[in-house]
T-cell receptor
Framework: GDSVTQMEGPVTLSEEAFLTINCTYT??????LFWYVQYPGEGLQLLLK???ADDKGSNKGFEATYRKETTSFHLEKGSVQVSDSAVYFC????????????WGLGTSLAVNP | GAVVSQHPSWVICKSGTSVKIECRSL??????MFWYRQFPKQSLMLMAT?????????EQGVEKDKFLINHASLTLSTLTVTSAHPEDSSFYIC????????????FGQGTRLTVV
């Protein structure tokens, strides 16, 4: 079945460091790919998404490119801030009647000043 | 973005009792609501999908008589864990979508249930 694999955390970085959180997936067809973020004490929020191969999703300085050849959707940010400390979830969903989100385990990021 | 409020944020109950968790969409009408469960160091697992005014659709392996879901209005869905046991201790998350076919769902902050 479909699955999403993310790098294990926690990831600890200093402010202004470069961030990469790896995400790979296994799926048939052409799913949509998502990154969600959960800040402390808050609900999950959609961070960015991509719906087809080579699409790049971006938001708040974060980017991820849908790479079908490597089945990856790695999250990157050039310069992290303390306020980016959160848990990041990669997910996929197929179009059509079955629109369940399939989730990765989540990666905790802590950014130190 | 739209706001989904989940209540309570944490609850401790005795084994054998029932617990109700509420999920409200505060500024939109949620035609579809989803209930997830998350164990430590595991992914979010979809438990059930409910559409307003109809019975919930449960995922394989989820006991519908144990996890009662009611979606009686366009702004409220409830999950009742009946006769809770320690193995039901988990983090429960709801999400809501504003109309059929719309891509994005909005999430509540989750409820930590501990059964002692």
């Amino acid at each position: 079945g479909d699955s999403v694999t993310q790098m294990e955390g926690p990831v600890t970085l200093s402010e202004e460091a470069f961030l990469t959180i790896n995400c790979t997936y296994t799926a048939t067809g052409y799913p949509s790919l998502f990154w969600y973020v959960q800040y402390p004490g808050e609900g999950l929020q959609l961070l960015l998404k991509a719906t087809k191969a080579d699409d790049k999703g971006s938001n708040k300085g974060f980017e991820a490119t849908y790479r079908k050849e490597t089945t990856s959707f790695h999250l990157e940010k050039g310069s992290v801030q303390v306020s980016d400390s959160a848990v990041y979830f990669c997910a996929l969903r197929h179009a059509g009647n079955n629109r369940k989100l399939i989730w990765g385990l989540g990666t905790s990021l802590a950014v130190n000043p | 973005g739209a706001v989904v409020s989940q209540h309570p944020s944490w609850v401790i109950c005795k084994s054998g009792t029932s617990v109700k968790i509420e999920c409200r969409s505060l500024d939109f009408q949620a035609t579809t609501m989803f209930w997830y469960r998350q164990f430590p160091k595991q992914s979010l697992m979809l438990m059930a999908t409910s559409n307003e005014g109809s019975k919930a659709t449960y995922e394989q392996g989820v006991e519908k008589d144990k996890f009662l879901i009611n979606h009686a209005s366009l702004t409220l869905s409830t999950l009742t864990v009946t006769s809770a046991h320690p193995e039901d201790s988990s983090f429960y998350i709801c999400s809501a979508r504003s109309r059929v076919g719309y891509t994005e769902a909005f999430f509540g902050q989750g409820t930590r249930l501990t059964v002692v």
